[in-house]
């Protein structure tokens, strides 16, 4: 990793929403936390034809409405955004991206900063590839003047074929360590934490395994529905979305073995290992172990939510998945035999990410007389929000007798010093500038990850019959996932109770 280098961020696609809800913010942050370098420079790049002004006023406006910094005046938020520059481009006409790199070169020598740019590309996936072609002819990924890094955002592909693809096309244009694919789940802080709940703890990693531990469960739950992304939304669905991506990174780093040290590789390579070692889903099995839901319209509290299907941009007949929760093993020497469950899902109950370690109950159940029923030690990590670790054991009852109670030892992360927890975007835009690419994923995890993800796919594609379960907004998502479970009486765990007045579930 590098020291902290002068350098010029170009964000593409900054007319955008992603620009205004969370990268201006998060740069903004990093300048007023002073993590940016001594001399640095933003320009925004677009279709829009905006002056700089125009672009200067629409920041000014994010940063108002999204920026999470406590001091937001006028004087502060206009000295950050009178620096912004905008250039109107055609992203596949050469033309601009000539005019792109005199800019860039006008930049640098005013303000006497070396050539390292950095760009973002926050526009639909369907552009990285001429973004980047016409951005290499220009020669503005050309590193003899100063590194030239290129940040993504997922989807990276659509499928093992175009994932595979994708990768291609960035290689012959620049080299892995040039790109940067964001997954924000990487870059909460939270997710990190497991590493060193796992690895800096003796008490924990000799229980971490397949001797002690009965199944883990991963709930990436959120409470809104697609809100104004139902057009992409209905291409993609929660397999895509969610799953292939930041649920995955999150088994990748709760069953990784020890990585030999920090470095990005030595991290990223365990993760690699822990996808290779996912035990294939059979197309056959499917049904089975992989269980889709779409919400469907329903009461809460008394008020109306619209349906899945009645939302802007989405097909009136759309089998698109909003819940999906799958059951897999991983078959190595630590986990051989223990069910992993995950499951992530739009309009939920509430918003909730979180990894629950079920450990094995004790061989032999002393207090069976006095225990309704024999509980198992559950150590839950939550990612977000009041993120934190709970364990929950049992304890003695005070009075006679040896009544067992189940009890909580709870862990927030805000009670441990007194600043804020920063946001994703910060983290990972400050790593990008360090060019430290630990928390961003590599080639080989997204293809490992779509190739385990593939016969879902392919089942999906190829077998109407497979069912999609209709559940009402404000639920856990189809009851059928319940079934997923091994054990007698065992379910996920609920952080709350179902919020739909009128529950009726169907099959659509
Ligand atoms: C994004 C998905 O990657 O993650 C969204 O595209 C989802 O559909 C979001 O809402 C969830 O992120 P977070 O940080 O709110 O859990």
């Known amino acids: 990793m590098e020291n902290l280098k002068n350098l010029i961020i170009v964000i593409f696609g900054a007319s955008g929403d992603l620009a205004s809800r969370k990268l201006i913010p998060a740069i903004f942050s990093l300048k007023t936390q002073k993590m940016m370098p001594e001399k640095c420079s933003l320009v925004g790049v677009g279709r829009t034809n905006f002056s700089n002004e125009d672009f200067r006023a629409k920041m000014k406006e994010a940063l108002m409405t999204f920026s999470e910094e406590k001091d937001k005046s006028s004087e502060i938020i206009e000295s950050f955004t009178d620096e912004l520059r905008y250039l109107q481009v055609d992203n596949s006409g050469a033309e601009s991206y000539t005019r792109l790199r005199s800019l860039l070169d006008t930049i640098s020598g005013e303000k006497g900063i070396e050539k390292n740019y950095i760009f973002y590309l926050a526009t639909p996936p369907s552009l990285y590839e001429v973004i980047s072609v016409n951005l290499s002819n220009a ?7 100063g590194f030239r890094r ?14 595979r693809k994708l990768n291609c096309t960035l290689h ?13 789940y990487l870059g909460k802080e939270t997710v990190q934490n497991l590493l060193v709940t796992r690895f800096a703890n003796g008490m924990f990693e000799p229980l971490w395994n397949r001797n002690y531990i009965h199944r883990v469960e991963i709930t990436s739950s959120e409470n809104i529905g697609v809100e104004d992304r139902g057009g992409y939304y209905d291409s993609s669905g929660a397999l895509r979305d969610m799953v292939q991506n930041h649920l995955l990174q999150m088994v990748g780093l709760t069953a990784m073995e020890p990585p030999s040290s920090l470095d990005a590789n030595a991290i990223r390579n365990e993760v690699l290992k822990v996808f290779q070692s996912l035990q294939p889903i059979r197309e056959e099995d499917v049904p089975n172990q992989v269980i889709r ?3 469907t319209s329903s009461l809460i509290r008394g008020e109306c939510v619209a349906g899945y299907r009645d939302e802007k941009g989405v097909a009136r007949d759309s089998r698109t998945e909003t819940y999906v929760a799958i059951k897999f093993f991983i078959n190595n020497w630590r986990w051989g035999g223990v069910p992993f469950y995950i499951r992530t899902g739009k309009r939920l109950p509430t918003r909730v990410t979180e990894i629950v370690v079920h450990f094995k109950p004790t061989p032999h159940h002393l207090f069976r007389r006095t225990m309704e029923k024999v509980s198992a030690n559950q150590l839950i990590i939550r990612i977000q929000p009041d993120e934190g670790i709970l364990l929950k054991f049992d304890m003695k009852e005070p009075g006679a007798g040896f009544n067992v109670k189940n009890v909580n030892m709870d862990f927030h992360y ?24 630990t928390l961003f994923s590599r080639d080989d995890e997204v293809e490992t990850a779509w190739k385990f993800l593939e016969p879902v796919q392919r089942a999906w594609a190829n077998n109407p019959s497979i069912k999609v379960y209709g559940y009402p907004a404000g639920t856990w998502g189809p009851e059928h996932s319940n079934d997923l479970i091994e054990g007698d009486e065992l379910t996920w765990r609920y952080p709350c109770k179902n919020l739909a007045d009128d529950e009726l579930y169907c099959e659509l």
Do not use: N, T
Not at 150 to 163: A, C, N, Q, R, T
Not at 172 to 179: F, R
Not at 427 to 437: F, K, P, Y
């Open 150 to 163: 290129v940040i993504i955002e997922k989807p990276f592909g659509y499928d093992l074929e175009s994932g």
């Open 172 to 184: 012959e244009l620049m080299s892995e360590d040039q790109i940067f694919r964001i997954d924000h």
């Open 414 to 437: 805000k009670d441990l010093a007194d600043i804020r927890v920063p946001s994703a975007y910060v983290r990972l835009i400050a790593d990008v500038m360090l060019g430290d690419s």
């Open 139 to 145: 020669g503005l990924l050309d590193q003899k003047e």
């Open 293 to 295: 839901g779409q919400y």
